[in-house]
């Protein structure tokens, strides 16, 4: 394989912009599938979406791989779900592909998850280009699209064609660099038809491509230079600029089309080609085994030690299948690697180049390639390598669940098969916890939002012929303290035989919590000459974060706490590491309550798209949630509200929502943050929580 030509791609966007679609058409036009099929409307359903659930609710919940080759260029494709409750199939695939497609539709522009996956594309530092899709829908405007993502995204979009009529009437497109007219002719728009630009749009083609030109003038003292000169730019030095300033990550190039009406995905897959760097052209570190803090760079190339990552895993009826990014060296079927986080050798026994969920048996992949693997035993994220203790690759970013439902057999022979299915789903998505309720017993299943559990459930039922019955969903309350005591506590029992003593003098004070990332736990140690051994510190560290995961407000897991341990004393015989991890637990249940805490409360970023004509109910009803509208955007005849609303008075927001709008309106959430519970609702969680754990001793 010559690695100057490999692209691996994946393509990201909101709900039901058309990624399944345009996956489908590329497909199609590259060669791998001979005919088309769509996401909804009966025949077998997209090629990418090929679970049963996907077909039947026309939406993609899992990302699926597949190799296509365009004009001598292998491209590694990976199709990713648009619902956020599926967010980190986006983010472990992004964290292994070198360029991205970013596709909007030409109606809503920038939606709730473009900005989502906007997030993560930045996070692993991808380049892309954007592809404004459905133009051929009442209202597309392409122009206010490409605003929408210098504005909101913060991006240097920059449109490299203008469409040819739009609504019913789009044709085709205007290359701005050739200066002609694209159409596409067939059933299928297989043949692509180049002519003169039509003589109504020469003035606007010509006013576009100089703003293009003057853009990209920015990256390239040439160009700018022509343009002051007035003299004409080179095509190859625009070619040359653009990839340059797509992979250095200052542009994001803007093609159109419609996925639909099979209109301009051939020039999408040549700009694919173009602009979209290889995995030569992209720069990889991993961190040194031994010291996290110094980076190893790795080289793209299939001579080098073995380095890759496993990014993905599913089980099959045939076992588990790893989906592994080699960012260096050469694999072969059979051999052995070794998993730098668990130490153990394991053998690749089949390598396989995945189509959706088909497979194509290979002898061996080198550097640069997405491949997958089976015969290892591996969690997502894990790296190997040749050698042992070799290098770690920075791991993928897993956000953090917000809701919780209980799930019990409906008999009891099925236990086995559930606690099968929920150990299976754990391993294969990081952002789905399994737990049991110490109080309970039930077992409790935690995810990104309804959908997300809610396809976990049916797929329970499905793939494993278990009936389940769930419990109500239950918010992740937190507890947060939010003022500071000085503390001095002693742990004595002297009676008889060796004693315990330990004395422990300091403070605990609230962390600030409206940070991304905040932290939950901070010890700092400032006992100075010997007061207390130091062999015993740890251990008074443990006793205050054993606390941490039941607060005594309501039992909820307390965030946001720092410890500062400045004095005390011990005993010679009687002090132990255990006598000072009793004592730091007996310290943090005497003192928390004096702290004041709060319970905090997950409150979700939330988007709803309707008509106009149903804003004031909407809005209305928002403010009835507890909800703060932070903005409301009109496009067109619809209407596009951002708010923060509590995920407590989100439940079954998705049907009420339907029957406000007749139908028609949508919705998208995503945790934003943790905030104080208003104390009058407070005071209601923590009776009902208090009652429930009263009725379950």
């Given at each position: 394989m010559d690695l100057?030509?490999?692209?691996?791609?994946?393509?990201?966007?909101?709900?039901?912009?058309?990624?399944?679609?345009?996956?489908?058409?590329?497909?199609?036009?590259?060669?791998?599938?001979?005919?088309?099929?769509?996401?909804?409307?009966?025949?077998?359903?997209?090629?990418?979406?090929?679970?049963?659930?996907?077909?039947?609710?026309?939406?993609?919940?899992?990302?699926?791989?597949?190799?296509?080759?365009?004009?001598?260029?292998?491209?590694?494709?990976?199709?990713t779900p648009g619902h956020v409750d599926f967010t980190v199939e986006v983010e472990r695939s992004l964290r292994v592909l070198d360029g991205a497609i970013l596709v909007l539709c030409s109606v809503g522009g920038v939606q709730a998850q473009s900005l989502t996956v906007d997030r993560q594309m930045k996070r692993y530092k991808?380049?892309?280009?954007?592809?404004?899709?459905?133009?051929?829908?009442?209202?597309?405007?392409?122009?206010?699209?490409?605003?929408?993502?210098?504005?909101?995204?913060?991006?240097?979009?920059?449109?490299?064609?203008?469409?040819?009529?739009?609504?019913?009437?789009?044709?085709?497109?205007?290359?701005?660099?050739?200066?002609?007219?694209?159409?596409?002719?067939?059933?299928?728009?297989?043949?692509?038809?180049?002519?003169?630009?039509?003589?109504?749009?020469?003035?606007?083609?010509?006013?576009?491509?100089?703003?293009?030109?003057?853009?990209?003038?920015?990256?390239?003292?040439?160009?700018?230079?022509?343009?002051?000169?007035?003299?004409?730019?080179?095509?190859?030095?625009?070619?040359?600029?653009?990839?340059?300033?797509?992979v250095g990550l200052q542009i994001t190039p803007v093609f159109m089309g419609t996925a639909f009406k099979n209109k301009g995905v051939q020039?999408?897959?040549?700009?694919?080609?173009?602009?979209?760097?290889?995995?030569?052209?992209?720069?990889?570190?991993?961190?040194?085994?031994?010291?996290?803090?110094?980076?190893?760079?790795?080289?793209?190339?299939?001579?080098?030690?073995?380095?890759?990552?496993?990014?993905?895993?599913?089980?099959?009826?045939?076992?588990?299948?790893?989906f592994m990014r080699i960012y260096q060296g050469t694999i072969e079927k059979g051999q052995p690697y070794v998993n730098q986080r668990t130490g153990k050798t394991e053998r690749f026994a089949r390598i396989v180049r995945m189509h959706s969920n088909k497979r194509e048996e290979i002898?061996?992949?080198?550097?640069?390639?997405?491949?997958?693997?089976?015969?290892?035993?591996?969690?997502?994220?894990?790296?190997?390598?040749?050698?042992?203790?070799?290098?770690?690759?920075?791991?993928?970013?897993?956000?953090?669940?917000?809701?919780?439902?209980?799930?019990?057999?409906?008999?009891?022979?099925?236990?086995?098969?559930?606690?099968?299915?929920?150990?299976?789903?754990?391993?294969?998505?990081?952002?789905?916890?399994?737990?049991?309720?110490?109080?309970?017993?039930?077992?409790?299943?935690?995810?990104?939002?309804?959908?997300?559990?809610?396809?976990?459930?049916?797929?329970?039922?499905?793939?494993?012929?278990?009936?389940?019955?769930?419990?109500?969903?239950?918010?992740?309350?937190?507890?947060?303290?939010?003022?500071?005591?000085?503390?001095?506590?002693?742990?004595?029992?002297?009676?008889?035989?060796?004693?315990?003593?330990?004395?422990?003098?300091?403070s605990m004070e609230p962390l600030p919590q409206d940070t991304e990332g905040a932290e939950n736990f901070v010890f700092d140690d400032k006992i100075s000459q010997g007061r207390i051994p130091k062999e015993y510190i740890p251990a008074v560290q443990r006793g205050f974060e054993d606390c941490m995961s039941k607060g005594p407000l309501a039992e909820f897991p307390v965030v946001g706490l720092k410890v500062t341990l400045s004095d005390g004393s011990y005993h010679d015989v009687d002090s132990s590491e255990m006598a000072f991890k009793i004592a730091a637990q007996g310290c943090f249940r005497e003192n928390f309550m004096k702290m004041k805490p709060t319970l905090l409360e997950p409150i979700m970023n939330v988007e709803v798209e309707i008509p106009e004509a149903f804003q004031g109910p909407v809005t209305g009803d928002i403010i009835v949630r507890r909800g703060m509208v932070n903005q409301t955007d009109m496009n067109g005849d619809t209407t596009v509200i951002s708010a923060e609303i509590p995920l407590a008075s989100m439940f079954g927001y998705a049907t009420e929502l339907r029957s406000m709008t007749q139908g028609q309106g949508t919705f998208s959430m995503e945790l934003g943050s943790y905030k104080p519970t208003p104390s009058h609702i407070q005071e209601e969680v923590v009776a009902e929580r208090r009652k429930e754990l009263e009725a379950n001793k």
């Open positions: 100057k030509k490999l692209r691996n791609i994946g393509i990201s966007a909101h709900i039901d912009s058309g990624k399944t679609t345009l996956s489908e058409r590329i497909l199609f036009y590259s060669g791998r599938i001979h005919k088309i099929e769509e996401v909804r409307g009966g025949g077998d359903g997209a090629t990418m979406d090929h679970m049963e659930l996907e077909k039947e609710r026309g939406i993609t919940i899992t990302s699926a791989a597949t190799s296509v080759s365009w004009n001598g260029h292998p491209i590694n494709l990976i199709d991808v380049p892309r280009l954007a592809f404004i899709n459905k133009m051929d829908r009442t209202g597309a405007n392409p122009d206010s699209v490409i605003k929408q993502m210098r504005d909101k995204l913060g991006v240097d979009a920059i449109a490299f064609q203008i469409p040819i009529g739009k609504e019913d009437s789009f044709k085709g497109v205007v290359d701005l660099i050739e200066m002609e007219a694209i159409y596409y002719d067939g059933a299928q728009g297989e043949t692509v038809r180049k002519e003169a630009i039509p003589a109504d749009l020469q003035d606007k083609a010509e006013a576009a491509r100089h703003d293009m030109l003057e853009a990209l003038s920015n990256y390239s003292d040439e160009i700018m230079e022509l343009l002051l000169g007035e003299e004409e730019v080179p095509k190859a030095l625009i070619y040359k600029t653009t990839h340059d300033a797509v020039t999408l897959l040549d700009a694919i080609v173009r602009y979209l760097p290889s995995p030569l052209e992209v720069k990889y570190s991993a961190n040194s085994f031994d010291d996290s803090e110094k980076k190893i760079p790795l080289a793209c190339d299939p001579k080098a030690p073995f380095v890759g990552m496993a990014f993905k895993i599913v089980e099959d009826p045939y076992g588990q299948l790893t002898d061996n992949a080198a550097a640069g390639d997405i491949i997958a693997v089976t015969g290892i035993d591996c969690a997502s994220g894990d790296t190997y390598a040749k050698e042992r203790e070799f290098c770690s690759l920075e791991n993928i970013f897993v956000p953090i669940p917000v809701i919780k439902i209980s799930v019990a057999p409906k008999s009891r022979d099925d236990s086995d098969k559930l606690s099968k299915a929920l150990q299976r789903f754990r391993k294969e998505d990081p952002t789905f916890h399994v737990f049991t309720d110490p109080e309970t017993n039930e077992t409790i299943i935690a995810g990104m939002g309804e959908l997300h559990l809610d396809v976990y459930v049916e797929r329970i039922k499905r793939e494993y012929k278990v009936e389940v019955v769930t419990g109500p969903p239950k918010v992740s309350y937190r507890e947060s303290p939010t003022q500071k005591v000085e503390y001095n506590y002693k742990h004595k029992k002297q009676t008889g035989g060796s004693g315990q003593f330990a004395h422990i003098v300091g």
